[in-house]
């Protein structure tokens, strides 16, 4: 997968979030089979319910204990689907918790993406743990722009130049030509 295609489903699993109506936080999922998007979700209601995902306890909203997560309401919908969880990736805005962790353990998630980590890690340790390459989003689009070739300065004036793979390259500052 591209760089641009990580951008593209993280931004997408950014948006869907917005579609939950919780207020303490909205979570949002995308999962992706090659460059295919199978399904998304959201943290919400079951379909049909009201829309008011948290109770107000002492002053601090507290989750209603009949909301689906974004990883559940995926799972809901692969159910009605013909394909399957086999090889796919998950990009979700927070990781997920360790109950809908466990639902996805042996289903053959091949990776899981998350943007920011919520307060329990025990589920992408136990994810892991079954297989799946599980990483934070920033730190793998790190890992991909370090892995980029590097620009090689011209040997006649300096200015950069990106590496080409084969052939030679033609400065546009100075009009050098050379070869790799």
């Not at 760089?3 to 869907?16: F, G, H, Q, S, T």
């Not at 289903?107 to 589920?123: F, I, M, P, Q």
Request: proline share 4%; aromatic share 8%.
């Amino acid at each position: 997968m591209r760089k641009k295609d990580y951008e593209l489903y993280m931004d997408i699993a950014c948006r869907v979030a917005q579609q939950s109506t919780a207020v303490r936080l909205k979570v949002g999922a995308v999962l992706v089979k090659g460059t295919n998007i199978l399904c998304y979700g959201y943290n919400g209601q079951p379909p049909g319910w009201d829309n008011v995902c948290e109770n107000e306890v002492d002053g601090v909203l507290v989750s209603k204990p009949t909301v689906l997560h974004a990883e559940k309401n995926i799972l809901r919908k692969m159910t009605n689907s013909h394909d399957t969880i086999e090889g796919s990736t998950l990009f979700i805005t927070h990781n997920p918790c360790p109950v809908c962790s466990a639902d996805f353990i042996g289903l053959g998630l091949e990776r899981l993406v998350y943007k920011d980590a919520y307060r329990d890690s025990s589920g992408i340790m136990a994810l892991s743990k079954d297989g799946v390459d599980v990483v934070q989003y920033d730190e793998l689009i790190r890992r991909i722009d370090d892995e980029q070739p590097k620009a090689e300065p011209c040997p006649e004036c300096g200015a950069d130049l990106k590496c080409a793979l084969g052939g030679g390259v033609k400065c546009t500052k100075c009009s050098y030509w050379f070869c790799f």
